[in-house]
């Protein structure tokens, strides 16, 4: 179908383009509706839309260390909640023993990503090996288990009452940021079937957050074969092809991997940075206020932030501007190369709630991180 042209009025002082070409001394703020897919203003101001003096009240950007949550867990229910909200909930799971038993989640899909360590998963459909930067996507109802061969660090995010799905690659086709054919599926290798027998082996589903516990006389992951479209998948960051423009700082909803209903997952990986003279060479300045924005920072050295070490995660809620540190405002003007990050991003619709795991491990002054001058 084709799109209307948009009118769009400018007024004042302003670019006519978004994130390039500003006006001296002003600094750019997009004003957004359904994430960065709706209508949207970009506002020129005199200040940075980060340089606040004061924040009082619950509403503020939070930061955690998961590098001091402390534990390990034999069971991925066991895994602190972190983040959650009726269709999405994050967990890290940390583990380096062979787990005992297996698992259900009935409550919906579950997507892996393994931000250190190797192993084995086993599930109904086959042997997945794990490594570093892997996504795995698990749909409902997936028996599996995983057994380390190096100790794993595991983000579980799970899509309550939904499914996983890749997004819509529009005017860039469906190989676009990644073929699907780089999807890889379990496969009942022997790897597999040596772990097949006739030895007492517990289920533990999880319905509506409550476990259950189903107890066969075998191992219930004996599947001989099978055929059909429905199975895990896996893929690792490295596989991924970002979208890239010289000309304009591109939104993170281009770099969208995995979609569900009421979320979405994206990936930040090693592109080149803007060379066009005029364009934004960082994350602009923006009010998110459909979206609450959790970022897992997973390996190298973050573009937009300053004092953020890998292992870390950052939530910015709706309801306020966010964008680039100071420092790393000042620096991005003889920014050149490419960028050295890897980080996940969820994008969640609906309000996020902070598990108490995180109360131990928060960066306080995180609010105060923006006050340095550029």
């Known amino acids: 179908m084709k799109r209307r042209f948009p009118l769009t009025r400018v007024e004042g002082t302003a670019s006519r383009q978004a994130h390039a070409d500003l006006p001296e001394g002003g600094y750019e703020r997009e004003l957004g509706r359904d994430g960065f897919y709706g209508p949207a203003t970009h506002m020129i101001h005199l200040h940075p839309p980060t340089s606040w003096s004061h924040w009082e009240g619950p509403l503020r950007p939070r930061c955690f260390d998961l590098v001091a949550l402390a534990g390990e867990a034999s069971s991925p229910w066991d895994a602190p909640n972190l983040l959650s909200n009726a269709h999405l909930k994050l967990r890290l799971w940390r583990t380096q023993s062979a787990m ?192 609450d924005e959790v970022l897992f920072y997973h390996r190298g050295s973050f573009q937009s932030r300053d004092d953020i070490h890998p292992g870390m995660l950052t939530l910015h809620p709706a309801g306020f501007s966010h964008g680039p540190h100071p420092k790393a405002l000042a620096r991005a003007e003889h920014a050149a190369g490419m960028t050295d990050e890897v980080a996940v991003m969820l994008d969640a619709r609906d309000a996020l709630d902070v598990g108490p795991a995180l109360s131990g491990v928060e960066w306080e002054g995180y609010v105060d991180s923006w006050k340095a001058k550029p």
């Open 100 to 291: 005992q038993h297996l698992v259900r989640n009935a409550d919906g899909d579950e997507l892996l990503f393994v931000h250190a360590g190797a192993g084995d998963l086993f599930c109904d459909y086959g042997h997945l090996e794990l490594g570093e930067g892997d996504y795995v996507v698990l749909p409902r109802g997936t028996l599996w288990r995983v057994e380390p061969r190096s100790p794993l660090a595991l983000l579980l995010v799970e899509s309550t009452g939904s499914a996983y799905g890749l997004p819509d690659k529009g005017l860039v086709g469906q190989h676009a940021l990644f073929d699907p054919a780089m999807l890889t599926l379990p496969r009942l290798d022997e790897a597999f079937r040596a772990q097949q027998g006739e030895h007492e082996t517990r289920v533990v589903v999880k319905r509506r957050d409550a476990l259950s516990t189903v107890t066969f006389p075998h191992n219930p992951l004996d599947a001989i074969g099978w055929h059909g479209d429905l199975a895990p998948v896996r893929i690792n960051w490295r596989d991924l092809r970002p979208l890239m423009s010289h000309r304009m700082h591109l939104p993170p909803s281009a770099h969208t991997t995995f979609v569900s209903d009421r979320f979405v997952v994206c990936t930040f990986v090693p592109r080149p940075i803007e060379s066009d003279p005029g364009a934004l060479k960082l994350p602009f300045f923006h009010s998110n206020d459909d979206y």
